[in-house]
């Protein structure tokens, strides 16, 4: 069974940074890739960003330059860096893992969300 444990979340003034961090369970090598997402009330889930098991990233064109995904394989952890944060990046962030088998069926592993509130 595969836990994702998320922290790192909290109030921040606007201008602020917050760095989330997300546990693994087992070895993050088993993932293809691993990311995080956001949904803000009234919203749909929205990729935030993302990180291959090769190291490649992706990010959302609304946080380019701001937030940056990391990964420390000997930790099963992923992080996100969010500098210069708004009041729109307020939201739950949620971690997750992506698992494509050999016949290309696509499991996703969710953590619970950490809440992420930016003041003005």
């Known amino acids: 069974q595969v836990q994702l444990v998320e922290s790192g979340g909290g109030l921040v003034q606007a201008g602020g940074s917050l760095r989330l961090s997300c546990a693994a369970s087992?070895?993050?090598?088993?993932?293809?890739?691993m990311g995080w997402y956001r949904q803000a009330p009234g919203k749909q889930r929205e990729l935030v960003a993302a990180?291959?098991?090769?190291?490649?990233?992706n990010y959302a064109d609304s946080v380019k330059g701001q937030f940056t995904i990391s990964r420390d394989n000997a930790k099963n952890t992923v992080y996100l860096q969010m500098n210069s944060l708004k009041p729109e990046d307020t939201a739950v962030y949620y971690c997750n893992a992506r698992r494509i088998d050999p016949f290309g069926r696509v499991n996703d592993y969710w953590g619970q969300g950490t809440q992420v509130t930016v003041s003005s």
């Open positions: 087992g070895s993050i090598f088993s993932f293809n890739a």
């Open positions: 990180i291959t098991s090769g190291g490649s990233t």
